[in-house]
Each structure stands twice: as C-alpha cells, then as structure tokens.
C-alpha cells in the first residue's frame, strides 16, 4: 500500500516514484473532503486548475491507465460536478464514490474493505485495511484502566467502613492517581494503529469529532481534554488529608533495653543520629539518666505507698518495661503541612527481677509545647516521592506515680522532659513508625533512653 507523503523518501524524484506508484497499483483512493474542489495555492488560485498540480496529475494519469479509482468522501463532503473540473479529470466525477463517517466509522471502514478485496487479491486487502477499524491495544488498556480507577475511587469512598480506614484512603488517593496516569496514557496513544491504507495524501480536509462535536488541529482537543482530566485527577489525589487517616489511638509497649535503643536509633539513619546531636558513647552515659529516672521513681512510690524493691546496686534496664496507650490528634494546616496538635499517654510500668514478685506502678506523659516547629510534618513534594517518611522530635512531659486526678497536660509538676523521635510514614499507608525517647543530659547533649512499639488496638 502506497502512501505518497510516507513512502517516498528523501531523495527519491517526486514525479517518477508516483509513476512508478501507478503503474503498479490496482486501485487508488481519492479521498475528498469539504475543501478539495476549492483548495487554493500560496498565490489564491485554484490548485486544480493548475497542470502541474500532484493531485491532478496522479488522477489524470490513473484514468488514462485505466486504473480503478474510488472516490472516498470524508467529514460530509459530497462529489463535484463534471463541470467544476478540469476536462483531463472530469471523468471522476462520474464515478461511483464511497462515504466515511465518523457516526458509522467502523461498517463505512468495513465495507472499504469488502470494495477493495476484490480488486487488490484476497486477505492483502483485510491485512491493509482493518474491518473493524481496530483501536490501538494501550489504548484500550489505558481506557479499562481509567473505568476501574475511577470505579475504585468510587467504590472505595462509598461503602469503605470509616473515613481513617486504609481502604478508603486507597479510594481516595491511590486509584484517583491511577485515573490520572491513565488519562495521560490516552492523551498520547493514537485511537487506532498505523494502517497501510493506500491513499494519496493531497488536499486531504478531514475534520475530526469528538462525542458529535467538530474539533480543530485534527484531533488536537482530545490530548488537551485528557491531560486536563489528568491534571484534575492528580491534584485531587494530592489534595488528601492525610491526617484524617492516622491513627488517632494506638497501643505501645515501652522498653529501656540497650540493644533495643541501638536498633531503633539505627532505624532513624546515621545523618538523622549526627544532625540531633547525639553523642558516639551514649550507652556509657546512660547512668545519667538511671540515676534521676530511679530518684523520681521510688519518690512516687513513696507518695502512692508501693513499696521500694528496686536494687541498691545496677541498672536493671532489661528487667523494667512498660505497656500503655497513646492518643494522637493530627491537624492538617495547609497542602503538605501537619502538626502533632496533642498527644497523651498512660502507662503501666513493670519491673521483674529475678525471683522476686513483679512490681508495677502506673505513668503519663502529654505533648509539652503543641505549637513547636518539632511537631510539625512538612515534607515538600519531591522529598516525598524520594522518601515518604518524615522524622518528628516533639517534647513530652513524663510523670511517674498518680500526681493527682487532673489530665498529664494540666499537670504543673512532671519529672522529665523526653523527646520523641518518631517515624511518620505518609506513603504507602499514613502510618505511626516506633519511637525513640531522648533525654537532654546535664552536659546539654540528647541520650537515647528508651523506645516504644505501638500496635494498632485489637
């Protein structure tokens, strides 16, 4: 199949390569739109009334060889008159033409084909000239793709159980990404595969539609269309309040375990370790902490009347654990901005020595400063997509004992000031990682003491 604007390349001589086209063709579509009879030159003359007209000629010279012509008309057009063209070409409008439209694009494409066959030899026309006027296969996955996107979204928003749950933030931010990925696909994928139909290119007007309506640029406003679906889809994505789906309760056990701090600690990274200012030999200044974690600690047991049954010698951190729950309200503020807007804990704390009854007594603790920049969850958009966690350092009040009945955050007296370092994760799933307690020693440098595993309540 000869298409002459793609098979004659650089180089070649026009005028020979199309006697050559003619002389070995079996047919030859002329296709006709709206401005084909009036199409005008550079200068404003008709370019069918010039001799040396490409068209003109190609068509001169197919009937003088007695070559099948069938005229194709596109976008509504309708045959000229014998008298509208030149005397060496007025025979084709005598002939027999054969309508494309977009409403029936599919049968007209169809029954080409069955015209063709014949004269072009057996299945050569069916391979050149689909009948179905297949569409291109990204194509049709880009669309399937598209409809379960926005079925998911759907789907997910409407019979999710609650608004925090994972299923519905897969709803509201995974499948309208998708629906947007796949907008962009289709704005790029031609409708339909390449063909090899045999076709001479000049003067050519179709006008292409879209959902009935004529567009401009030949197909122009469906890419435009598309990649504004797609832009509107994305920005619905990234519009989504995480904060709705953290957690708002979560169960913790609280360890004091050496080992257990140096792996959480190496879960922050080496850079987070350095930038904090945490101390190479922290483990061998953990003293510091014992010694005024243990004084406050046997003065609640003091006032709440439990007896004393810590060791007079040693540290026995692998022996004291604790278990508790921890409250959470995370605000959102802006696009990509969040805070730590409160955060209180209660605890019960055990000690278990070796052959002796385990002993328990109960603790808080309450987010310190709530307007603090160290609350606060900034990540900007490229950071995210590189990394999606994001490290807060917030300030909490510990308290050892029952001080009173008032709240931990109403508190006027607590025993330390601890940091938690914790690991947000906003993608995939916004979700609260372990957390590792500092402590500001007297030398004014932060000691890792302790750590938490939260776990989603039963």
Request: glycine content about 6%; charged content about 20%; hydrophobic content about 45%.
């Amino acid at each position: 199949m000869f298409l002459d604007i793609r098979e004659i390349s650089p180089g070649t001589p026009w005028q020979t390569a199309l006697d050559t086209a003619l002389a070995t063709c079996t047919a030859l579509l002329v296709i006709i739109g709206p401005k084909w009879l009036t199409a005008a030159d550079q200068h404003g003359r008709r370019r069918l009334d010039d001799p040396a007209d490409v068209l003109r000629n190609e068509v001169a010279e197919a009937l003088r060889k007695g070559r099948r012509i069938v005229p194709v008309l596109v976008a509504g057009a309708s045959m000229p008159a014998p008298a509208d063209l030149p005397e060496d070409i007025q025979a084709l409008a005598g002939l027999q033409a054969h309508d494309l439209t977009v409403r029936h694009w599919a049968n007209d494409v169809a029954r080409l084909v069955r015209i063709l066959k014949p004269m072009i030899g057996g299945d050569a026309g069916a391979a050149a000239v689909p009948a179905k006027a297949k569409r291109h296969p990204a194509l049709r996955l880009g669309i399937a793709t598209w409809l379960v996107a926005i079925g998911g979204t759907f789907a997910t928003l409407a019979f999710a159980p609650t608004a925090d749950s994972t299923l519905h933030f897969i709803g509201r931010f995974y499948f309208p990404l998708l629906a947007s990925l796949a907008a962009f696909v289709l704005a790029f994928v031609p409708r339909r595969p390449v063909s090899q139909t045999v076709v001479t290119s000049s003067q050519i007007d179709p006008k292409p539609h879209l959902l009935g309506v004529k567009v401009w640029a030949n197909g122009v406003a469906r890419p435009i269309l598309l990649a504004a679906l797609s832009l509107s889809s994305l920005i619905y994505a990234l519009a989504v309040d995480f904060s709705v789906y953290y957690p708002s309760r979560l169960n913790n056990d609280l360890y004091y375990d050496v080992r257990g701090i140096e792996r959480t600690l190496a879960s922050l990274g080496r850079n987070w370790s350095a930038q904090f200012g945490i101390p190479e030999n922290w483990a061998n200044r953990l003293d510091d902490y014992d010694r005024d974690a243990i004084a406050n600690i046997k003065k609640a047991w003091r006032r709440d009347g439990i007896p004393d049954v810590w060791p007079d010698e040693g540290s026995p951190r692998e022996f004291f654990h604790g278990t508790g729950e921890t409250t959470f309200h995370v605000e959102r503020l802006s696009f990509l901005t969040y805070r730590i807007k409160d955060s209180q804990g209660a605890h019960t704390y055990y000690i278990d020595l070796p052959r002796q009854i385990r002993q328990e007594f109960v603790g808080s603790s309450a987010l310190l400063r709530r307007g603090e920049s160290s609350n606060f969850i900034r990540p900007n958009l490229l950071s995210l997509l590189a990394s999606p966690t994001h490290i807060i350092t917030p300030e909490y009040m510990q308290i050892f004992g029952r001080r009173s009945n008032r709240s931990p955050s109403e508190a006027q007296d607590f025993d330390h000031v601890l940091v938690a370092a914790t690991k947000l994760t906003l993608l995939p799933i916004p979700s609260f990682g372990n957390t590792l307690f500092l402590w500001k020693s007297p030398k004014g440098d932060w000691l890792p003491i302790g750590y938490a595993v939260y776990h989603l309540p039963r």
